[in-house]
Every structure is written in C-alpha cells, then in structure tokens.
Antibody, heavy 117, light 107 residues
Framework: QVQLQESGPGLVKPSETLSLRCTVS????????WSWIRQSPGKGLEWIGF???????NYNPSLKSRLYISVDTSKNQFSLKLSSVTVADTALYYC???????????WGQGILVTVSS | DIQMTQSPSALSASVGDRVTITCRAS??????LAWYQQKPGKAPQLLIY???SLQSGAPSRFSGSGSGTEFTLTISSLQPDDFAIYYC?????????FGQGTKVEIK
C-alpha cells in the first residue's frame, strides 16, 4: 500500500516561494502521475498539477506562470514550488498519486500552508 | 475550464435513508467522473471512478450513474459512517476540476 507524506514550512511570507516535498513509500514511482491538489475554504478543491515519473508535467493554467513541479525517483520524492505567493495561496496542500486516467486513489494527509507576513 | 456544480450543497438525512447527490458538468465529460468522500481532518477518499465503477474496498451501498453532463451518486441505505462531504471530479480535460462539495448531515 503506497503512502505519501507532505513536508515543508507551514508559514510563508507574501511574495516569497512556497516549497513542498512529498515522500512516497511502499511502492514504485514508475508509471504513475504524481500530483499536487490544494483545498481552501474559498476555492474548495483545486488541482494544481502533476509530474509523470519520467519528468513530464502538466500544470493548472491559473498557476502555471508561478509553478514548478519536479520528481526525483531515486529518492522517491516529488516537489512543488509556487513563487510570488499571496494570501490567496493559503490552503491545505495534498500530494496524491494519480492513475493514467486522472482520478486519485492515494493521498497524503495534507499540510497546511499559511501565507502571512 | 469545465465547471462542476453539485446539488444540493448540503442535506440532512437519517440512517437507512436513500440519498442522491447530483453533479453537473458545464460541458460533456463522457464518463470521466470520479466521486470522493471526505471526513473531517482527512484527505478525500475515492469511491467511484469512470462514473459508475466502484473503487475496490468502497461499500456496495455506493453507486454512481450518468454520462455527458449529468451524474448522480447514490447511497442506497445511509450508514453512520457515511456522514461526510462528497465531491465529484472531472478528468476529461485539463485542468481537472472538482465540484464544490455536498455535506451529508445527520437529521
């Protein structure tokens, strides 16, 4: 049973870069899509984007100009960087393993990131 | 982006009731739709994929139907463990999008 665990700072200042990491255990990263999804009271669940194990990515156009998602299969990790954050980026951030179709069977527990000075 | 609209936003029901939640897409998504259950403090958990396929381990009282733009999630006999928030998600076209959620509360 694959497990995912998010890590990173819980507080980020406005205009800075939000950086999160997801560590995968209990399974191979090969042949899967590794995603970030966030949840906030104002916007509900929002798909951020994914990185395929090969390194190919697909981003939500609303975030694309600020977003970078990468994978390191040798460390069983993938990462998110979101630049120039504002209070609107305050959310619970989940990492998840996606199928080739696009639904999500496995999720991390989530990490709350607050953007505040 | 494809907009996903769920109705109702919340409902009250009793144990044993049959419950139906609707999800409408702003354009056809064929059957590329998933349903999730989320409990407080937990990540969403997949119940249904491809509109009507029951995820392994999900109780058989959950069923999904629909195609095109209108979909339903049905709980045939509501159990105490089913009080939660339910979300639909389309994965027909990027960016993938979610409904706003339906909260199922105890009457």
């Amino acid at each position: 049973q694959v497990q995912l665990q998010e890590s990173g700072p819980g507080l980020v200042k406005p205009s800075e870069t939000l950086s999160l990491r997801c560590t995968v255990s209990g399974g191979s990263m090969n042949k899967y899509y590794w995603s970030w999804i966030r949840q906030s009271p104002g916007k509900g669940l929002e798909w951020i984007g994914f990185v395929y194990y090969s390194g190919n990515t697909n981003y939500n156009p609303s975030l694309k100009s600020r977003l970078y998602i990468s994978v390191d299969t040798s460390k069983n990790q993938f990462s998110l960087k979101l630049s120039s954050v504002t209070v609107a980026d305050t959310a619970l951030y989940y990492c998840a393993r996606g199928s080739s179709s696009g639904f999500y069977v496995s999720w991390g527990q989530g990490i709350l990131v607050t953007v505040s000075s | 982006d494809i907009q996903m609209t769920q109705s109702p936003s919340a409902l009250s029901a009793s144990v044993g009731d049959r419950v139906t939640i609707t999800c409408r897409a702003s354009q056809s998504i064929f059957t590329w739709l998933a349903w999730y259950q989320q409990k407080p403090g937990k990540a969403p958990q997949l119940l249904i994929y491809k509109a009507s396929s029951l995820q392994s381990g999900a109780p058989s009282r959950f069923s999904g139907s629909g195609s095109g733009t209108e979909f339903t999630l049905t709980i045939s006999s509501l159990q105490p463990d089913d009080f939660a928030i339910y979300y639909c998600q389309q994965y027909n076209s990027f960016p993938w999008t979610f409904g706003q959620g339906t909260k199922v509360e105890i009457k």
